[in-house]
Every structure is written in structure tokens, then in C-alpha cells.
């Protein structure tokens, strides 16, 4: 598959999960695990996409520092993005572990899909 074509493809799934997102601000409805998992999957499909937009075959991983780790790799300043390994507490491979919020703090959910949101916006305008 050409790299745009699929870039695409992981930004159309990424808007799925943004799109979750959007329709899960109340926190009594939807847990923070639940809401931070779809966090996590819009953000790792967004830098996948980003990834392949650079002609790159995408690491099969779940881990936001690794595919960040592999675009600093390709010469991108990852810094403004790396608020968004916090997430990594959400992906998939924690999915069936005990789950405990460390800082016992509520996620900033209006944030949360800001920025999601921010980051989709900027690897799109790279298409």
C-alpha cells in the first residue's frame, strides 16, 4: 500500500477514536480507562500515520515513546509531543491489568481531545 494511502487509512481510524472521544466527557458515564484507552488509540494511530507519511514502515507497537522514539529517529523534534506517552497507562497491553490512577486525578478530558485533536490537525495538514 502507497504511504499516503495508508496514512490515511490510520487517520480515518484515528478520527474513530477522537470522535469516541468527544462523546465522552462525562466521567460518571465513561471511566477514565475507558476514555484514556480511546485517547491512547487515536494518538498511536495518528503517529503511525505520520510514520508512513514519511515513507516508513510503522513499528507494530502499542507504545507512544516508541513510535515518538522512531520519529525522533527520522529527524523530528518530538518534544511538543511527548506529554502524550502519559497515555501509554492506557494502551492495550494494560487493558486487562489492575488499573489505578497513580496522581489519583481525574483526566482533563476537555484537554485530552484538544490536544488529540491538535496533534490529528497538524499530521493531516502534512498530507
Known sequence: MKSIDEARRMLAIAEKDLRAL?????????????????????????????????GKEYPKTHDISLLLHFLQKEGIDCTPFLDFIEYNTFAVQFRYEAFELTDEQPLPRQDVIRQVADLMEFVRRLL
Open 22 to 54: 468527544r462523546g465522552m466527557t462525562e466521567s460518571a458515564i465513561f471511566d477514565d480507562e475507558i476514555f484514556g484507552f480511546h485517547a491512547q488509540q487515536a494518538v498511536e494511530k495518528i503517529l503511525k500515520a505520520w510514520i508512513a507519511l514519511r
